[in-house]
T-cell receptor, first 111, second 114 residues
């Protein structure tokens, strides 16, 4: 079945350093979404990418969708303590109404 | 506008007991989902619904049942709880279905089965 993997599983960075998480799908995705989950909280939608090669920015966050639409990345510039949490990518399974979530990357930012 | 709410927030069950988790949304969304999240893992889809009166199986449906009698409510039932069902359960909803728009998540229900 379709799988969505994320690397790394964990990342500890010093405040001010950059951070990147990668998402890889076993199948081509029509689009991809990114969510953030704070410790003890629930996932919150960040962004959706639809087009091959698409790049979107939200302040210090940059999201990319691969040319083959099978991978994506989230890059955070100059991390802050407010960036702490787990970042998930999610993609729809072909021909269904189901999302497959990635395994997540847990980010810790050391002040 | 409360968004997505879940009841209860916490629950402890003994093995073999049954319970129902309630998810309610006030956004008039057609699609609703139940996920479970285990420590250090992502979200796994249990069941979902594409509209009132419809339900379908997700990735890990065994041991769970669901009902969507009203558009705004999606119930998740555990008929005979097992320790393997200890998890955090999240409900989510969206307007147009997978891959087309944002999923809105509830705050979660933390379930422990002893």
């Amino acid at each position: 079945g379709q799988q969505v993997m994320q690397i790394p599983q964990y990342q500890h960075v010093q405040e001010g350093e950059d951070f990147t998480t990668y998402c890889n799908s076993s199948t081509t995705l029509s689009n991809i979404q990114w969510y953030k989950q704070r410790p003890g909280g629930h996932p919150v939608f960040l962004i959706q990418l639809v087009k091959s090669g698409e790049v979107k920015k939200q302040k210090r966050l940059t999201f990319q969708f691969g040319e083959a639409k099978k991978n994506s990345s989230l890059h955070i510039t100059a991390t802050q303590t407010t960036d702490v949490g787990t970042y998930f990518c999610a993609g729809p399974t072909s021909g269904t109404y189901k999302y497959i979530f990635g395994t997540g990357t847990r980010l810790k930012v050391l002040a | 506008n409360a968004g997505v709410t879940q009841t209860p927030k916490f629950r402890v069950l003994k093995t073999g007991q049954s319970m129902t988790l309630l998810c309610a949304q006030d956004m008039n969304h057609e699609y609703m989902y139940w996920y479970r999240q285990d420590p250090g893992m992502g979200l796994r889809l249990i069941h979902y619904s594409v509209g009132e009166g419809t339900t379908a199986k997700g990735e890990v449906p065994d041991g769970y049942n669901v009902s969507r009698l009203k558009k705004q409510n999606f119930l998740l039932g555990l008929e005979s709880a097992a320790p393997s069902q200890t998890s955090v359960y999240f409900c989510a909803s969206n307007l147009q279905g997978a891959g087309t728009d944002t999923q809105y998540f509830g705050p979660g229900t933390r379930l422990t089965v002893l």
